[in-house]
């Protein structure tokens, strides 16, 4: 139903939005220009969907050793590329829970098609192969990783820890991981790669040096945006000056990488669930992450649906509508609120159907309630302050200022779309997944102790 007869009108602009970047980036890259700059605009501008009557540039902020691959991609028409990059994220996404099933030891026939639905019904997991976002590549690479350390598969390791790295944000939850030599050896080695690929497609180390100042100069412009899922942005939004929700975001920052190595050495987590609570710290600590990121939960959810019981389960099942039901879609997205609903239906109905070999019980109703619960507050909110998009909400034929580059246009671009706007409505409903990965990392903890 969600993605059928409650779908919405679909917004504007070409499918794969931000894959839009991606092919923009890789044909700047392909004729010697900056992709990291505004010459994207030239590319992007020419894309069947977009409006080349305003500047509607959306930015590459993508490593260098992605480039190839994209320009790869660039050499096709965008209608042809945009399919192929679609197929490509769809067997990330695939990878993903077939790892995910691997790591929790397997599961029925039934059990596995529960699982997949699980997979691909969350909302972050929709979006992100809506926006065309690399992400996708990167949650499944993780989870391949963390089955090929587990199987002590080098090949299968070292490439899969290089896919991750296509998001570096998300990567980063693989530190966790380096419990071993073998582990650590197969993280080396796709580090080299991908330094080797970053300096040469990147322009050696000067290259990288302003690859890193872009990288900082971006993440100013849209630190305190809407869409940001970052405990920073949420307390801009609840209404802290900017001065003090930086600094609230450094301190939970700080906080949660101290209580994950607290409770790795105290509850004696092994090498999986110690990397499962850190994955599912990420978004609080980490000071870019956006709602299709979240892609990387399912890890973690996904092999919890299927192992955990009683107490972990139910914990864990609050924590799957908290994360992967698009709270902050209800404000942006009013006519899409049944769907939205709908998909978090779905994902507890999936949740409760991931059973290995055990009759459901009263644990499989708590996503439910859950969901029944929160969206009676969460709706409310989102209709007393609806949220704009970008680019539906920018001005007709809005032009950048000429001066800037791609971060400062980028930042001026969120602006007037009203996306920069301390609304606390906002903040509350982007609070919500942060919330469920702290619930999420009581579940994870709860399990392992069971076990």
Do not use: K
Request: aromatic letters at 8%; charged letters at 10%.
């Amino acid at each position: 139903m969600a993605l059928t007869l409650l779908r919405p009108p679909p917004a504007q602009g070409p499918f794969g939005r931000d894959f839009e970047a991606y092919y923009a980036a890789g044909a700047t890259w392909n004729a010697g220009g900056d992709p990291w700059s505004r010459d994207v605009w030239r590319i992007e501008r020419t894309i069947p969907g977009v409006d080349a009557n305003r500047e509607e540039l959306l930015p590459y902020v993508g490593p260098a050793a992605a480039l190839p691959l994209f320009g790869l991609f660039a050499r096709m028409p965008y209608a042809v590329a945009v399919r192929w990059w679609t197929a490509l994220l769809a067997l990330g996404l695939l990878a993903l829970a077939a790892a995910a099933l691997r790591l929790a030891g397997g599961g029925a026939p039934v059990t596995i098609v529960a699982a997949l639905t699980f997979a691909a019904i969350a909302a972050p997991s929709v979006s992100a192969i809506a926006l065309g976002q690399a992400a996708m590549l990167s949650a499944g690479g993780i989870a391949v990783a963390l089955l090929a350390y587990q199987r002590r598969y080098a090949a299968g390791a070292i490439a899969a820890t290089l896919a991750a790295a296509m998001q570096p944000n998300l990567a980063l939850g693989l530190t966790w991981r380096m419990r071993d030599l073998f582990a650590l050896l197969c993280a080396a080695g796709s580090a080299l790669l991908f330094a080797a690929v970053t300096l040469i497609a990147g322009g050696g180390p000067a290259g990288f040096s302003a690859y890193l100042q872009r990288l900082r100069q971006h993440g100013n412009a849209e630190a305190f945006s809407g869409i940001q899922h970052t405990p920073e942005s949420i307390a801009w939004a609840l209404g802290e000056p900017q001065a003090a929700a930086a600094a609230i975001g450094v301190a939970v920052a700080v906080a949660t990488v101290a209580a994950v190595l607290v409770l790795i050495v105290t509850r004696r987590l092994n090498a999986l669930d110690g990397t499962l609570l850190g994955l599912a710290a990420l978004p609080l600590a980490v000071p870019f992450f956006h709602e299709h990121d979240l892609v990387v939960e399912v890890i973690p959810l996904l092999i919890l649906a299927l192992r955990a019981a009683g107490t972990a389960r139910a914990v864990a099942g609050v924590a799957a509508v908290l994360i992967l039901v698009d709270w902050f879609g209800l404000a942006q997205r009013g006519a899409a609120q049944p769907q939205l609903l709908a998909q978090g239906v779905a994902i507890a109905l999936a949740f409760a159907a991931c059973r290995r070999d055990r009759a459901p019980g009263a644990a499989d109703l708590a996503p439910l309630a859950a969901l029944a619960v929160v969206a009676c507050s969460a709706i409310p909110l989102a209709n007393a302050a609806p949220a704009p998009i970008w680019p539906d909400a920018l001005p007709p034929a809005y032009q950048a200022p000429a001066d800037g580059g791609a971060s400062a246009v980028w930042a001026d671009e969120q602006r007037a779309a009203g996306l920069l706007v301390p609304q606390p409505a906002w903040g509350a409903l982007r609070a919500l997944p942060l919330a469920g990965c702290v619930v999420l990392g009581a579940a994870i903890v709860l399990g392992a102790r069971r076990r």
